[in-house]
C-alpha cells in the first residue's frame, strides 16, 4: 500500500476518530485506525464496537492496500509535520513508513484481520436536518445526561422525530432538559424516528460532526443503530436498550411563581454564588418579594454570600433553594437576553426557560437549605 495526501485532510481525518478509539482497552487493534487506500481515496475507519467512524477522503493511491495503525501516534506526527503532502507507504512486517520533505517517520503496524467490521450502511433511509438545529438542541441537553452507570437509561439523550417534530431530552434524576423545534424537511422522506436513547459518547461524536451550522446531515435508524451522515463521513452508534423514563410526568401543570429576569444579570448572580459552593454545600437560597430577587448561599467550609438583582414577576413571595451548578447550566445555553423562571411552594420543582419560547425548558428539583 502507497498513497500520497494533503497533509491538512490527513489530519482531519485522523482527528476525527481520537474521541472514538479506545485509550483503555484489552484489545490493542481499538486503539488504532482502519486506512484503505484504493480508487484514488483513501478510507479511514475507526470503532470501539459501539461507535463506528467512516470517512473518505481524495488522495493519490499508488499502491492499494491496508493497515491498522495507532491513531493518537499517527495524529501527533501528522500535527508536527509542515509540509503539504505526505507520502503513507506500507513496509514489510506491517510497518509504515511516513514521509514529508525531509521528515521521515516509521511506526508499527497491525494487520487488518482482526479489526472490527464496520458496515457502510448506504441501503438506509436517512432524513435531512441542518447542522445548526442539531447543534443548538444538543447543546440544551446534553449537560443534564447522567454519569451514573447503573441508571443506564439516564446515560444518553433521548431523541424523537415525528411529522417535522424534533425532540430531546436529558434527565438525570435531578433534573430534566427538553429541547425541540418544528423542521419541514422537503429534501426527503421526512422519516418518522421513535423514541431512542443515544449514549453520551454518540452523542458527543455527533456534536462534533454537527460543528458547522451551515451545512445539513443526514439521519437515520437500522437495527438498533444511529445512523448519521454528514458529506463523505458515516457514524454509527449504537443505541441503548432500554426504557425511556415518562419524563412528561416529571414537568409540572400549571404556572408557578413567574419570574422575569435578564439572563446575564442572573447568571453572573449565580457564578458569584457559585464561587463559595462545594460538592457538600452547593446550594444557593432565592427570595423574590418586591419585584427584587435575593440570592444567598452558605458554605461552613468557605463562607457567606449575598447579591440582589431587579426582576418582574407576577405571584405572592417566594422562597426556595435549589443546586446553584444546575440553574447555571440551565440558564448558560439559553441564547435570548429574558428568561422566565417559575418556582412553587411546598418545594415543588422549577422551571427555567425563555421568555415567550417552549422549544426549550429546564425542571429542576428544590433543595432543603
Known amino acids: 500500500m502507497e498513497f500520497n495526501v494533503e497533509r491538512n485532510t490527513f489530519l482531519e481525518g485522523i ?17 488504532n485506525v482502519l486506512i484503505k487506500a484504493d480508487n484514488n481515496q483513501i478510507r479511514i475507519i475507526a470503532t470501539d464496537r459501539e461507535i463506528g467512524l467512516i470517512s473518505d477522503y481524495k488522495a493519490d493511491v499508488v499502491i492499494p492496500g491496508e493497515i491498522t495503525v495507532s491513531a493518537r501516534k499517527l495524529f501527533e506526527m501528522i500535527r508536527e509535520i509542515q509540509g503539504n503532502v505526505i507520502n503513507i507507504k506500507k513496509m514489510d512486517n506491517n510497518w509504515v513508513n511516513i514521509t514529508c520533505e525531509k521528515i521521515d517517520y516509521r511506526i508499527p503496524g497491525m494487520a487488518t484481520d482482526d479489526f472490527p467490521e464496520v458496515p457502510d450502511n448506504q441501503d438506509v433511509s436517512l432524513s ?30 433521548f431523541f424523537h422525530m415525528e411529522k417535522g417534530l424534533i ?7 435531578h433534573r430534566l432538559s427538553i429541547a425541540k423545534t418544528q423542521y419541514e424537511d422537503e429534501m426527503s422522506s421526512n422519516l418518522d424516528i421513535e423514541g431512542i436513547i443515544i449514549p453520551r459518547k454518540g452523542v458527543s461524536e455527533i456534536r462534533k460532526l454537527v460543528d458547522d451550522e451551515n451545512d445539513n446531515v443526514q439521519i437515520g435508524v437500522t437495527k438498533g443503530v444511529c445512523i448519521v451522515k454528514k458529506g463523505s463521513t458515516l457514524l454509527r452508534v449504537s443505541l441503548l436498550d432500554a426504557e425511556y ?13 413567574r419570574v422575569h429576569v435578564n439572563r ?45 438583582i431587579d426582576i418582574s414577576y407576577s ?38 426557560m425563555s421568555s415567550g419560547s417552549d422549544k426549550y425548558i429546564c425542571v429542576i428539583m428544590p433543595l432543603r437549605l
Not at 479506545?22 to 481499538?30: F, G, H, N, S, V
Not at 405571584?315 to 428568561?339: F, P, Q, R, S, T
Open 315 to 352: 405571584g405572592k413571595e417566594c422562597e426556595m433553594g435549589y443546586n446553584v451548578k444546575y440553574l447555571i447550566d440551565a440558564i448558560d445555553v439559553i441564547g435570548e437576553d429574558n428568561i422566565l423562571i417559575e418556582m412553587r411552594e411546598a418545594y415543588g420543582p422549577g422551571v427555567v
Open 167 to 173: 425532540e430531546m431530552v436529558a434527565t438525570d434524576g
Open 245 to 257: 423514563p415518562d419524563y412528561h410526568k416529571v414537568i409540572p401543570e400549571g404556572d408557578g411563581i
Open 128 to 157: 435531512t436536518i441542518p447542522c445548526g438545529i442539531l447543534k443548538e438542541m444538543i447543546y440544551k441537553t446534553f449537560f443534564a445526561v447522567s454519569n451514573d452507570e447503573m441508571k443506564v437509561s439516564l446515560t444518553g439523550v
Open 15 to 31: 482527528q476525527k476518530t481520537l474521541g472514538i478509539v479506545e485509550r483503555k482497552t484489552t484489545i490493542p487493534i481499538l486503539n
Open 264 to 308: 446575564d444579570m442572573i447568571l453572573h448572580s449565580l457564578k458569584r454564588m457559585n464561587v463559595i459552593s462545594s460538592e457538600r454545600f452547593s446550594g444557593v437560597k432565592i427570595r423574590v418579594a418586591n419585584n427584587k430577587m435575593v440570592l444567598s448561599s452558605t458554605n461552613p467550609d468557605v463562607g457567606e454570600a449575598n447579591d440582589e
